[in-house]
């Protein structure tokens, strides 16, 4: 069987945004999970299971541990990671330890 695969045009890719947009709405990522991010980020408080797999990069184990709000938010709390988090703050298990482990070291503020 031959599969044609042809050029996407800019009507393509607008269809295909609008499709998306949905049949996925835009969510906000919930003001606890952010609070906590920030509350990692800030004073090295550890937070739940979920978000630390989401840190450590670890897709199945946040998915496993995602209430269905989260899990319907994951990109939204990818993106803010990527885009409002010290990149030396997440990203790997081994990434995150240190973090923690150098924010613990810092003086208080």
Same mark, same amino acid.
């Given at each position: 069987m031959d599969v044609e695969i042809k050029e996407m045009t800019t009507e393509d890719l /607008?269809?295909?945004c609008i499709k998306h947009k949905e049949l996925n709405p835009?969510?906000?990522i919930r003001e606890d999970i952010k609070q906590s991010l920030i509350d990692?980020? =800030?004073k090295g408080w550890v937070p739940g299971g979920f978000l630390m797999s989401v840190l450590a &990069?670890? +897709?199945v184990g946040a998915l496993g541990r995602a209430d269905s709000y989260n899990r319907a938010t994951i990109f939204q709390i990818?993106?803010?990671l990527? &885009? /409002?988090m010290p990149a &030396?703050?997440?990203g790997s298990p081994e990434i995150v /330890?240190?973090? +923690?482990? =150098?924010l613990s070291l810092a003086p208080d503020k």
């Open positions: /607008d269809r295909m835009d969510r906000p990692y980020v =800030e &990069n670890d +897709l990818t993106q803010y990527y &885009n /409002d &030396n703050s997440w /330890d240190k973090y +923690l482990k =150098e």
